[in-house]
Structure formats: structure tokens, C-alpha cells
């Protein structure tokens, strides 16, 4: 038999994303309190001064009054502020699924079918934050990089760790960093160790940090590198004597009233397709088998959907297809079976019981078992160098030959028993790492060229092995009352499954495996039934 199916179907979300949103943002609650144990000042009473027929004691709140429409100014240069927003215009969700499938009967009640399954979802809802930190239009990557020069030619000729121009050879002018860091209106020029010889800051350079270091410049709870680059252009640096405005105040941001705008769109896509096989016997002479092999891909732009607005950061909101890659779900290889099979011992059965107590007691016994074979799920590979913004790190760079899936093979593979002094596995990593512990970075080591977006490197898991076990039998006591018994064992050989080794490129315990699972549990149940 040869059919195909197509279907689309499209499905409501409900109103929990938009409403966890909405009720996120400044004037939706107010916050009252009173603490106990102090004796002034507003939300304080002194210990026993109150009972339940006292009036209560005058609150703390927190804002004490607000009105709408709420101004973003209320945040600025305190808590740096989070506003939440929907898409007036979401669309509704939809799935197209489509099926190709042939079936045939091998033999007498043995079916074999093979199927090819695919879906799209398109506008999956997704929530991200959209206040983007900047450091490509404006100029400042051009400068990070003239920043470095400047650092290594200090270094070169016994200037130190800073970045300022000393007017030697080849060194450049730094406007931004002159302006960050300098005199404006009132305000003194910074200290070395907090401008160009910050330890923080060289770091950044150091490791190609563009993001980040960018980042400090833009965040708006503090003044102390924002309004000396915006000056009065902001009423609440210019009240603060600021007076110079040197750059506008969306030079890092677009938003620079607020750190984080999270934005509830449906720009969201994903796909799936599989070849499944399936095996199909029917019950005979008391056996029933069925197994099941899929070969699969899973493909999608977020990552992970941990709760119900789908928050998931894309690495640029220039480009989400460079977020677009396999899912936490994306096993390729998966292999179920399932069986019973009726215990040929009792009454009527291949081992005759004729005595009827017996025969109560050892026949009517049913075994069965699942077993599961599934290939491990990626997780991505991050060097934690924010290169480009806040958001999207340099990724991770494989050298001297080495190879990713060298990498799965020494992190899979114990070489130690169980280390209780760490509570772990060390792994076939020895001539890799160095002193430390750390990987060698000759063969892996964080991604560090400023501007750069890592590419999305999926390091994939363990393949996992299960066999659960079960027993039941029905127990007919008369003719209307009967006994049920079901004794379900998971992880029936008790076999522990080790993760793989921690392969975060910058760890000092580079290698170790620390998670385990696979213990065996036992449930047991039993039913009187009339």
C-alpha cells in the first residue's frame, strides 16, 4: 500500500506569552512593605508593637505614585531599566506536515512500513531582547582595533598595559575612548585604572572582547562612561553637570533610555524531517513485537523554549539566520522496540498445570520489555568572547588539525576509575590541556577576532542505551472479582550512563565527566477489581 497526506494546522497560543509580558513592565503593581526590628524611618516598626487589632504600621512603596503613560526617564542612570513589548501584528502559528509512506505485509501478521515525515512551523512565537549594542555603523569596532595596536605598541616599548596614544610609531587617535574617558562640564577626567589602563578593559582588548567592552561604554545605570560621551544631550547627564555633548544618545543603542527591550514577535521558524521504519507483529502464540527506527533532523532559529514566551537570544538581530541550526531535540538516530509475550506455563498452556492452586499461583504470567537506543542531542560550543555585542561571542576554533569530532572521541572516553576527591571521570585529554587543566589552545581555544560572530559549532552527546522491563499477571479469583499485578523495572541492568566531559574551553577541569544516570527503580502495583 503507497499514500501521502498533507496537512496544515494552525494553532492558538493563548495569552500567557502576552500577558507575562505586559505585566512585566513599570506601573502594573506596586510594591508595600514593613520590616521589623527598626524603629524609624517610613516601613519599620519596633518588635511587639503590633497585634492583630493594631492599625497597621505605615508601608514602604515602591514607586510611591506613577501615572501613564510611565516615561522611560524614570530608569535612566538608576536601574538601567527593562521595558517588555508584543508585536501589535502577531500572527497566528501554523504547521504544514506532509507524509509519504509504504506499507507491506512480509508475512502472515508481520507488517512492514516505511514512512518519510516532514513539518515547517512558521511564525512560532519568540521573545528576545532587541537593544542591540552597536559597534559596526558607528565606528567603534575601527577603533577597538586602533585600541589594540596602541596596546601592543605600549607593551612593545615598556609603556605598560594601556591603550592610550603615546604618539609612537604607528599608534592612533582614539576619539570615542578620549571622550568616555575624559573632563566634561564639571566632571574631572577618570583615573588611568579606570579608562585607558582599566584592567577590565585591557582584557577585552586582549582577548578580542569588542562587545563587551562596548557594552561598558553604553549601559545607562551608571554615568560614568555614558554621559561623558552624550553629555546634556541627556536632561539626566546634563543635571548631573555634564554639558558636552560629543555623540548622540543613541550612538550604541537604539533605545538608550532602557538596557534591555524584550520584544514578543512571531519571527520564528522550524522544520523536521524523518525517515522512520516501522516492524509490526502481531500477537501469535502469545508474542507481540513492535520496533520502530527513525533517522531525523531537526532544524530551527531558537535554541532552546524553556518557558512560555520562547525567550531565546538571537546572536544579531541584523541576520537570525545565523541563530538558525539544530534543536536541543535533534536526535539523528533513534531505536525503540516493544514486546509482550504470554508465558507459555499454566492451564491450557505448552506446560500443562492442571491443579488449580498451582496453576493460580505460576500461570497466566505475562512478560514484556521496551528498549531504547538514542543517539545523544547537541549542545553549542561557546568561547564566551563577546565579540560582536552583548549577545554573540567569537565561538570556538579548532587548530594544529584538530577536529571536532576528535573532541567528542577524547571527552567520551574515560581513561580513571571514579575520582571521589573531584567527583568525577578524567577523560582521553592528557596531551591536549595544559598545566592548568585548561585546553591547549593550539588545538582549541575561544574564537577572539573583534566583529566576528562565531559560526554555530554543535558539539552531539552520548548515545543512550535503556531496557525497561516489566511483569503483570491477571488473577481471576471468581467470577466477577479479580486481581490485577504489574511490576515495572526501569533501567533494567542497572547500567550507569556517563555524560561526556566538560568541554568548556576555558575551564580548568577540561575533560571531566561529572554527570551520570541510568539507575534502576522499581514500581510496583497491584488493583482488587469487581
Known sequence: MISASYGINYYNEGLNAISNQLSSNQGTAQSYNATAGLTNGVGSFAFGSLNLSSPPPQFNITPVSFTFPVPLTNSILSSGGTIYYVNPDLKTPYTQSWTLRVQRELARGTVLEVRYVGNKSTHMWHRQNRNETNIIENGFLTEFNHAKANLDINRANGKGATFANNGLPGQFALPIFDAAFGANGTQPALAASSGFASAGFITNLDQGAAGSLAQSLAVTSSETYFCRLI???LPACGSRGYTQARYPINFFRANPYITTLNYQDDNSNSNYNALQIDLRKGLSHGLLLAGNYTWSHTLGDIFNLNDQTAVDQWATQRNGR???GPTPFDHRHT???????????????WLKVNNGVLDRIVGGWQIGGLERVISGA????????????QFADGGVVFGNGFTLDQLRDRVNTPVTSYIAACQCFKTNVSDIIQANGAADPKYYRPGDTPGVIGGLVNFYGKTTFQLDMNLSKDLRLTERLRMKFHAEISNFLNHPF?????????????????????????????????
Open 231 to 233: 553629555g546634556a544631550n
Open 322 to 324: 545565523l541563530s538558525y
Open 335 to 349: 531505536f525503540t522496540s516493544y514486546w509482550t509475550y504470554d508465558l507459555p506455563i499454566g492451564r491450557g498452556r
Open 378 to 389: 547537541p549542545t553549542r560550543l561557546t568561547g564566551g568572547r563577546m565579540t560582536f555585542n
Open 498 to 530: 556517563l555524560g561526556s566531559g566538560n568541554t568548556s574551553v576555558t575551564s580548568t577541569n577540561f575533560g571531566y565527566i561529572t554527570s551520570a544516570t541510568g539507575s534502576r527503580s522499581i514500581a510496583l502495583r497491584g488493583s482488587l477489581d469487581w
